[in-house]
């Protein structure tokens, strides 16, 4: 069964950084590009990062680059989104997903699987 699990959302400062995790069973991570999405209350669910699966072509939204870093060890079969410089206005919940393409995309209508998100707070 394929599974993909978020973990390490919480409660930060403004400036602060957490880095979420996304784990993967069922699959081998290799054979998937990895996408990290969010979604605030009343938002649309907005892609945020993507990684291909070696990890050479990366993507970011504008509003996130220079701040966040995504990653990949596909021997632990897990995806890493690096998170510094926090803002209140990243508060989302954050999903991790996997599509069996080679392209890293952000429109989330390419992923196919999908984790059940963790809560990111930025607030003083």
């Known amino acids: 069964q394929l599974q993909v699990v978020e973990s390490g959302g919480g409660l930060v400062q403004p400036g602060g950084s957490l880095r979420l995790s996304c784990a993967v069973s069922?699959?081998?991570?290799?054979?998937?590009?990895i996408g990290w999405f969010r979604q605030a209350p009343g938002k649309e669910r907005e892609g945020v990062s993507c990684?291909?699966?070696?990890?050479?072509?990366?993507n970011y939204s504008d509003s996130v680059k220079g701040r966040f870093t995504i990653s990949r060890d596909n021997t632990k079969n897990t995806a890493y989104l690096q998170m510094n410089s926090l803002k209140p206005e990243d508060t989302a919940i954050y999903f991790c997903?996997?599509?069996?393409?080679?392209?890293?995309?952000?429109?989330?209508?390419?992923?196919?699987?999908w984790g059940q998100g963790t809560q990111v707070t930025v607030s003083s």
């Open positions: 997903a996997a599509h069996r393409g080679y392209v890293c995309y952000l429109g989330a209508n390419d992923y196919d699987y």
């Open positions: 069922g699959f081998t991570l290799d054979s998937y590009v």
């Open positions: 990684i291909s699966r070696r990890g050479n072509n990366i």
